[in-house]
């Protein structure tokens, strides 16, 4: 399967409990969900999908397992494996928690500093850490079979989360301080430039001891990647230039496109889904932390126009419903990569998305992550899963995959990639903490006016 569309087949992990106290349970609020107000129910979904990051955590890292199953139904072999990427959402997730309040500050910096000391010492592959590693030891878990060294992408999304706490904790107490510090560090080890391949006008997402460049996969646009350029340019001692976005990101350009759907512009081509945009993770990955509000450069000139429509487009096919299948409507919607229902019954995988990979099946992440973009359309989603469908809810949130085509057919299991937007993205409709955080850090305003991006709301020029 294209890695394109599967950054979130992952491994299984073993349940075990959090080395920290757990969440309390119900935190915000005793009342009946039916009688939640929307500020109230966001807390709550917040608060239930930061327990996959704090309670669930992988006991010796603390950081985010691959998956989380309440079920208990695991392969052999994938107890100690954590997600680069998800993890990084997870750090997120976890300052979201500390803002609101559901853990206590102090708990979560000495949480955090604990991550940084483990991913100081983690296998690292020109200082980029692999898709997997084993959250014991520390040394990398291959994704594939050429695929056991460094992920520039699952990096890049790691890098996100550790840049946002760094700049939360950087004029804190002592003990933040030095948090703070030891995230730069980790951040200002990674060696971007490495992965062009011997400087290419393009970035490589993987690169192995043992195999090289033999993956053989330039990250072109437009898919989640967005991040990993921006990163590499605003990297103080590995940057890359401006012509290798240009060049390699943007293919000289060439990635816009005149194409509409519903009426709405596309902009850009989006890789194997030009008509209807592909996956919502491709409005999200990347832009946990790059804000696109008034977010612009020479190609797209709005960001948050182009992500707003990817959402909308996708809204409008569930609604539209052209495949009849039962249960789709304003307030069940949103596709993207997950767990899905095989033929049989059985959990399996797929990237959905309108049409090429409509099965059916609608991930509470598509639409509770797209907040920022459509928060009418999807609070109407939220609202639905915990007043109406509480058999779709468990300890860490909604579940990973729904359907009511299929009777009500859910998986009673998570993943961390997809759990790991939802309180970020919430928290970016609600306040904009992590786009706040990221977007004002110095470095990365340096790196986007160096690849010619503009931000009104940020006031990068």
């Not at 928690?97 to 020109?126: C, M, N, Q, S």
């Not at 069940?332 to 990979?357: C, I």
Request: some cysteine; overall charge neutral; hydrophobic content about 35%.
């Amino acid at each position: 399967m294209n890695k394109i569309i599967s950054l979130s087949i992952v491994s299984l992990a073993l349940l075990t409990s959090c080395k920290s106290k757990p969440l309390n349970e119900n935190k915000t609020s005793e009342k009946p969900k039916s009688e939640l107000t929307d500020n109230q129910l966001m807390d709550k979904v917040q608060s239930d999908a930061l327990k996959y990051f704090w309670d669930f955590a992988e006991p010796h890292s603390l950081l985010g397992r691959e998956r989380y199953h309440e079920d208990n139904i695991y392969p052999d072999n994938d107890k100690d494996v954590i997600t680069t990427g998800g993890s990084g959402f997870g750090l997120m997730t976890i300052l979201v928690g500390v803002d609101r309040k559901f853990i206590p500050r102090r708990e979560a910096v000495k949480r955090l500093t604990h991550i940084a000391d483990f991913l100081e010492k983690a296998d690292r592959f020109h200082g980029a850490w692999p898709h997997w590693i084993n959250g014991e030891t520390g040394k990398v878990v291959p994704f594939g079979k050429k695929d056991n060294g460094g992920d520039l992408v699952e990096t890049a999304f790691l890098t996100q989360g550790i840049i946002c706490v760094r700049e939360y904790f950087k004029n804190g107490n002592a003990e933040e301080k030095a948090l703070a510090a030891k995230m730069d560090k980790l951040w200002k080890g990674i060696e971007w430039n490495w992965y062009t391949r011997g400087g290419e006008k393009v970035l490589y997402w993987h690169w192995s001891p043992s195999y090289g460049w033999e993956m053989n996969f330039p990250l072109q646009g437009y898919n989640e990647c967005l991040i990993t350029y921006v990163l590499a340019a605003a990297s103080p001692d590995y940057s890359i230039d401006s012509e290798t976005y240009n060049k390699g990101w943007s293919r000289n350009g060439t990635y816009t496109t005149d194409r509409t759907k519903y009426g709405l512009p596309l902009y850009v081509k989006h890789n194997y889904a030009e008509e209807f945009g592909g996956p919502l993770f491709w409005s999200q990955y990347s832009y946990l932390g790059l804000d696109p509000r008034g977010l612009s450069d020479k190609y797209v000139k709005s960001y948050w126009d182009l992500n707003r429509n990817h959402v909308l487009i996708n809204y409008n096919y569930c609604v539209e419903n052209p495949l009849n299948y039962k249960g789709y409507s304003e307030k069940y919607w949103g596709l993207t990569a997950s767990y899905s229902r095989n033929k049989d019954g059985s959990v399996g995988y797929s990237a959905h998305q309108p049409m090429k990979e409509d099965l059916g099946v609608i991930t509470p992440t598509a639409a509770l992550s797209s907040m920022p973009y459509t928060p009418k359309q999807s609070m109407a989603v939220l609202r639905f899963l915990y007043d109406e469908k509480p058999n779709f809810i468990g300890q860490a949130g909604p579940y990973d995959a729904t359907s009511i085509n299929f009777n009500d057919w859910t998986t009673p299991r998570y993943l961390a990639i997809d759990q790991g937007t939802i309180a970020p993205m919430i928290e970016n409709y609600r306040t904009g903490l992590l786009w706040d955080l990221f977007m004002n850090a110095p470095d990365i305003r340096e790196g986007l006016k160096k690849i010619g991006f503009k931000s009104t709301e940020h006031k990068i020029q």
